[in-house]
């Protein structure tokens, strides 16, 4: 079981955590728009999480924690 | 009386520098003040806590007491006017990061590579910036081996005293002579410097030493509260000499070597009724505006003596608003003013002033 | 549940400036968790450079002093001569660190200074806005090289990694990569052993970060990592240079 949360405030929408993630669970939510003017990085389906931190390993601004 | 030791110049330095607890010293080599350098190579391993560096260059050198400036430590480097040039951007940064650090430079001839005889020519570079921005340094002028030794103590005081770089500005001849000198007592530093690096502890926020405010309002803010220490240093740090001025109707200004040969000169010029004094700067910044001024209430003439094309002469004519008349009298290349080049430049002063030769 | 990743204690909680995916928050945050594994935020001194990096004094919560370009390993030498308890590091660019800084650099290696050197190399200088560095590609275009690096004109580059393990004095010289999970944490390991070789009194450490620069590369940050792997390592192989540690088990 495994939890990922996102700061969606200061994500860049680098993208870089969809790219690593194995399960490819993570996208860049087109909808929305963050206080910094980006799409930022969101879930998609929480229960296929392995909890591997790939993700917050590539996010150079520690938008992600994760828990095990 | 305290005991007095034969000791050159450049000498005279390290070892007030060591007296007043300046434990770190980096040099590079340069003609005439490798005897400062090598006497710290020798002194400083053998005292606890001494560091000695010879840097790979005078910007590492520099840029070396920046780095134990900023952890409030005292630090000086010593180089001579091709090395100082050098040096301008890192005493840049070590005047707007507001750090203490004593810059030693033993002027040579100039400009270029120069000559490797005295000369007075980086009173410019000293005074008015020579690194980039406002900024000031507080300059002091010895004229004797003991005043190398004096003011290099002064120097480290003012420097921690006002959060602000000094320059000991020598030239080549106060660096090579060798003269009687009563050292001074060790002392330390006794300022409280909560700004310094050491490492948090996990007790406090992080400092930061830096110099970089890319908001204009920020910069131009510490701009001005820099200044305001300035003043204050304006205020209460000018140092001169006033010798025989209480009767001169002439007057010299000049400082190191010159101050030297120009008290000769006056000797010589009292003896045939000339009634010359001389006011000698021992500090250059802040200038000895308000002597000069009122020396122009009372003289009719400044004959400034110097080892450069004439630089102090114009903080002379700044200082005296015009009242007088100013004349240089001058040797460059490292050639030094003698006594009968600077008795004929003050009777040419005589003459012009008052017509005909007295 | 526990937490098993989350933003290192010795960053601040201020957010960085960096270009999205510009790699230097990685390594900024492989910093920070050595600082933390190693618990030595309390007596670490962090000498920031001139270049994006300039800010690195607001991102990390140790002391920290910012140095004038290519200096930074002078004034670590004065911080570390002076306060040699203390941890001292450096975080330098290519320009910083291989061109207006080289004699610093080649000295504080060659008197096996005690301290810790972090080389980012993109091969760009970013913050002025993409000109060529040292470290810039055979034909690579940038803003001083328009036309294509010309390696008859603009000299080749210089593999800093190589040139200073040909000193005796350095102690441990790694080149490393932030372009994929593996290389993240290949270099995580390299910059704690960097910081730990110092503490344990052992010399000079430098780690070369191969790194990118997507805004002047004029690359999403998906193809710039992909042109690390392609170009850059292939250029600056990854490995451990200079291991004195090493060699002196071997003996």
């Keep these: 079981m495994a939890k990922v949360t996102f700061n969606e405030d200061i994500c860049k929408g680098c993208g870089l955590c969809v790219d690593a993630c194995p399960k490819q669970i993570l996208k860049l939510d087109r909808s929305k728009i963050n206080r910094k003017g980006h799409n930022p990085a969101v879930m998609t389906d929480q229960a296929k999480c392995i909890g591997c931190a790939f993700c917050a390993t590539m996010c150079p601004d520690c938008v992600i924690t994760v828990e095990k | 009386m305290a005991e007095k030791v034969l000791m050159k110049g450049n000498e005279a330095i390290a070892e007030a520098a060591l007296r007043a607890g300046c434990l770190h010293y980096f040099g590079y080599p340069i003609t005439p003040q490798t005897e400062l350098t090598a006497y710290m190579a020798k002194r400083l391993p053998k005292t606890e806590g001494g560091v000695f560096l010879q840097a790979e260059s005078e910007i590492a050198a520099i840029n070396m007491v920046y780095g134990v400036a900023s952890t409030g430590k005292r630090v000086m480097t010593s180089s001579s006017s091709p090395g100082v040039s050098l040096k301008q951007e890192g005493i840049s940064y070590i005047a707007g990061a507001d750090l203490p650090a004593v810059i030693v430079n033993v002027q040579r001839g100039g400009p270029g590579l120069g000559g490797i005889q005295p000369s007075q020519s980086d009173y410019f570079q000293a005074t008015k910036g020579g690194g980039h921005g406002d900024y000031h340094l507080i300059v002091l002028t010895p004229s004797s081996v003991q005043e190398m030794a004096d003011l290099t103590s002064l120097a480290f005081d003012l420097a921690d005293k006002y959060r602000c770089p000094a320059m000991l500005l020598a030239d080549g001849t106060m660096g090579q002579m060798m003269e009687p000198v009563a050292l001074p007592e060790p002392h330390k530093s006794v300022i409280d410097k909560p700004w310094a690096v050491t490492g948090t502890q996990m007790k406090r926020e992080h400092n930061i030493i830096n110099s970089l405010y890319l908001s204009p309002e920020v910069l131009e803010k510490t701009n001005f509260q820099r200044f305001e220490r300035y003043a204050e240093i304006e205020k209460n740090e000018v140092r001169f000499e006033s010798y025989l001025m209480d009767d001169a109707e002439y007057c010299i200004v000049a400082f190191g070597i010159a101050a030297r040969v120009a008290k000769n000169a006056i000797t010589a010029m009292r003896k045939e009724g000339l009634k010359v004094g001389l006011i000698r700067p021992i500090t250059v910044w802040p200038f000895p505006k308000k002597a000069i001024r009122e020396a122009a209430d009372k003289v009719k003439g400044f004959v400034c003596v110097e080892l450069s094309m004439g630089q102090m002469i114009e903080d002379v004519r700044l200082a005296e608003e015009c009242l007088r008349p100013v004349m240089l009298c001058n040797r460059a290349g490292g050639m030094i003013p003698g006594v009968d080049q600077i008795v004929s430049m003050t009777r040419s002063l005589v003459s012009s002033v008052e017509g005909g030769a007295r | ?251």
């Design chain 3, 1 to 251: 549940m526990a937490i098993v990743f989350q933003k290192p204690k010795s960053l601040t909680s201020k957010e960085l400036h960096y270009c999205p995916g510009c790699p230097h928050g990685i390594i900024h945050r492989l910093v920070a968790q050595a600082i933390d594994s190693l618990g030595i935020e309390g007596k670490t001194i962090g000498v920031a450079p001139v270049g994006c990096a300039v800010m690195a004094y607001d991102y990390f919560s140790c002391d920290m002093v910012e140095a004038a370009h290519g200096r930074a390993p002078a004034v670590a030498t004065g911080l570390k001569r002076s306060l040699p308890e203390n941890v001292i590091f450096t975080y330098q660019g290519d320009g910083d660190l291989a061109s207006i800084g080289m004699a610093e650099t080649v000295h504080a290696a060659t008197r096996n200074e005690n301290i810790t050197i972090i080389f980012v190399n993109n091969a760009i200088y970013g913050m002025t806005g993409g000109q060529m560095a040292p470290t810039s590609l055979p034909g690579q275009v940038t803003q001083t090289s328009p036309y294509g690096r010309d390696v008859k004109l603009q000299g080749y580059p210089i593999r800093v990694c190589e040139m200073l393990s040909a000193l005796d004095a350095p102690y441990y010289i790694e080149r490393v990569a932030v372009n994929n999970v593996k290389n993240v944490n290949q270099a995580k390991k390299a910059i704690e052993k960097a910081f730990r070789n110092q503490i344990e009194g052992k010399g000079f450490s430098l780690i070369e970060v191969v790194s990118a620069c997507p805004t002047n590369w004029g690359m999403t940050p998906q193809r710039a990592l992909q042109w690390v792997e392609e170009k850059m390592i292939p250029y600056y192989p990854l490995g451990v240079y200079k291991d004195r540690g090493a060699e002196e088990v071997k003996a």
